[in-house]
C-alpha cells in the first residue's frame, strides 16, 4: 500500500529516529508518547539532530525546519487514525505492547498496516492480538536508527504478500539495506549480537580481562565500532536484559541467560 502518513509508537531511544527517519524521507509522522514530557523529549533528540547537521553543513536550515514541520508530537492515540503504517517502538515488554494495539487497532483505519520493531519478541503475539493479522509485520531497526544502515523485514505466518512488500518499500525508501528475516526470537542480528554482549559481560566476570581492556581489544583486534560492553550501554543495560530474558524463554540456552552482574547492575 503507497504510504504517506506514518505513525510511531514510543519515541525513547528507538522510537524519535524511526519518526526522524521517515519524516526525512518525506512522509508526515505522527510521534505518539505517554505524557508531554516525553513527547518534549523526543522531539529535543529530534532536534538536536537536525540541528547538528545544519551545523555540520550536511543539512540547509530550510530542510531541516520542513523535516521537523511534518512531525507531530501527541500523547492522543486518536492523531494515529489516518497512518498508513504504524510502528511500535515501545519497551520490550509484551502485555503493554497488546495493551496498546487493542486500543490502537479500533481507532487507525483498516486498510493500514502495522509493525513492530521488537528486539525479540514473536512477531505473531503481536500480530494475533489485532484484528489485522495479515496486515502484521516486524520492522527492526538499529541503534542510532539515523545511522544504522540495517533494516530487518520480519515476516511472520500471518503477514500477507501485500504488507511485506509494504514493509520492504518502506526500508527501501528510508535508504536502509533491507534483509529479510524469519519472526524467530532475535531475528538474525540479535540472535548473533546477543549472545556476543552477554558473554562479553561473561568474559569480565570470568577475569579475562577489565572493561576497558574488553573494550579496545574487541575495537582493535576485529575492528568493530565499539567494544561489547561499550555497546551493551549503548543498546542500554535494561534492554538487553529484557532481550535475555525473552530469548532465554524461547530457547532454553545458556548463551542467551543475563549473567548475574547484568542483573545486578540492572538492578
Ligand atoms: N543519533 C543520530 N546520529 C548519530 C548518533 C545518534 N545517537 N550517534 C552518532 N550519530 C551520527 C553522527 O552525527 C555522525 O554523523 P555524520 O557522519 O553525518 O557526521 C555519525 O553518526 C558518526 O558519529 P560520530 O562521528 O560521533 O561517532 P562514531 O564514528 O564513533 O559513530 C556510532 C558512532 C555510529 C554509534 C558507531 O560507534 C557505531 O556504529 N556503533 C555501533 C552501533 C551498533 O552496533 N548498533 C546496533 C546496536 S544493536 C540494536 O540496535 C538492536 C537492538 O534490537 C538491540
Redesign the pocket.
Known sequence: MAISKVGVVGGGLMGH?IAQISAQAGWDVVLREVSDEKVDKAIGMIDK?LG??VD?G?LEQADADAIRGRINGTTDYGELADCDLVVEAMTEDLDGKLEMWAEVDGIVKPEAVFATNT?SLPVVDQAASTSRPTQFLGL?F???A???PLLEVVRTVTTSDEALQTGFEFGEKLGKTVVSAKDKAGFI??RL?VPYMLDAIRAYEEGFGSIEEINVAMKGGAAH??GPLT?AD??GLD?LNS?AQVMFAEYAERRFAAPPTLRKMVA
Do not use: C, D, E, Y
Open positions: 529516529g539532530q547538528r547537521a555540520k550536511k528486539s527492526h538499529f541503534n542510532p539515523q545511522v544504522m542480528v540479535n549480537l565500532p565499539m555497546l549503548f543498546v534492554t532481550i
